[in-house]
């Protein structure tokens, strides 16, 4: 599994259809607005690089409007006191 983090700071009057947008999109699992310097945290599970570059590169840049800038952390290892593979059903 691949898990992307990625920090958003959006155009604020469009904050809830840019959650409802992310929400949508396969492959994010969770969406949190944050207080501080992003406002949402974006998390990213699939099963390659692949499908993670196309949901940051173009669904989220192309199909979404209210993105302002985004930083993505890529995870290279993860640790958990659950299964994240059997939840997220990867």
């Known amino acids: 599994m691949v898990t992307g983090i990625v920090l958003v700071n959006v155009d ?10 992310m929400m949508a999109l396969e492959g994010v699992s969770e969406v949190y607005a944050v207080a501080g310097e992003y406002d949402l945290v974006v ?10 570059a196309e949901i940051i590169a173009t669904k989220m840049t192309r199909d979404i409007s209210g993105i302002l800038h985004t ?11 659950i299964d994240l593979e059997k939840v ?3």
């Open 71 to 81: 930083k993505t952390l890529v995870t290279l290892e993860a640790q958990a006191k």
């Open 12 to 21: 604020r009057p469009q904050l809830r259809q840019v959650i409802n947008d």
């Open 88 to 90: 997220f059903n990867i």
């Open 43 to 52: 998390m990213i599970r699939v099963k390659t690089n692949a499908e993670l």
